[in-house]
C-alpha cells in the first residue's frame, strides 16, 4: 500500500506534472513544425534546387540489399534546426521578461527600504516627555528651559530647544 501512496505523492509533485505538460506540448509542437517544413520550407527551397524532393534521396548500398534514407535525415536537420531555433527564441523572450521582473522587484525593494529608513530615523527622532534637572535631580518636562522645582535656568535645555525648533523648520521646508 506504502508503494501507492508513494508513487501518488511521486506523480502529483509539480515538477512531475509540468514535465508531463511539457512533453504534450512538444509533441503537438514537432507536428507543427513538421508540417512547417514538409509543406512551406522544403517546397521554398525546391524553387532555388530545382524543384529536388529530398526525402526521396537515397543511398543504396550492396546491390540493392539495403538503403540508407538521406532525404528523410536532411528533413529531420531542418526539423531539429526549426525546433532549436524556435526554442531559443522563446527562452530569450522569457529571460527578457525575467530581467525585467527582477529589475522591477530590486527598485521595489530599494523603495521599499527607503521608505522603512524614513520611518526609522522618523521613530528615532521622537523625544522623551520628561528629563532630570541637573541641580536639583526633579523630573522635569523635556522642553521646559526652567526647572519648576528649584527655578534654576537650563541653559542647554534652551539651546537644544532651538536646534530642535530649526531642524523641524529645514525638515518642513524640504517636504
Known amino acids: 500500500m506504502s508503494l501507492i501512496k508513494e508513487f501518488k505523492e511521486f506523480a502529483m509533485k509539480g515538477n ?6 511539457g ?29 529536388i524532393d529530398y526525402s526521396e534521396w537515397k543511398i543504396v548500398i550492396g546491390n540493392g540489399v539495403a538503403e540508407i534514407g538521406i532525404g528523410s535525415f536532411v528533413n529531420a536537420l531542418i526539423n531539429f ?9 522563446a527562452i530569450k523572450y522569457v529571460n527578457k521578461i525575467n530581467k525585467k521582473l527582477e529589475q522591477l522587484n530590486k527598485d521595489t525593494i530599494g523603495k521599499l527600504r527607503k521608505k522603512s529608513k524614513k ?27 526652567r526647572c519648576s522645582h528649584c527655578t ?17 523648520q529645514k525638515e518642513a521646508e524640504e517636504t
Open 16 to 21: 512531475a506534472i509540468d514535465l508531463a505538460v
Open 23 to 51: 512533453v504534450v506540448i512538444g509533441g503537438a509542437f514537432q507536428k507543427i513544425v513538421n508540417s512547417l517544413v514538409n509543406d512551406i520550407i522544403m517546397p521554398f527551397t525546391a524553387i532555388f534546387t530545382g524543384n
Open 81 to 89: 534546426f526549426v525546433i532549436a531555433f524556435s526554442i531559443f527564441l
Open 119 to 145: 520611518k526609522q530615523v522618523e521613530e528615532v527622532k521622537v523625544e522623551p516627555t520628561v528629563k532630570t534637572c541637573p541641580y536639583c535631580l526633579s523630573e522635569i518636562p523635556y522642553k521646559a528651559v
Open 152 to 168: 534654576s535656568e537650563l541653559v542647554e535645555s534652551k539651546r537644544k530647544q532651538e536646534e530642535t525648533e530649526k531642524e523641524e
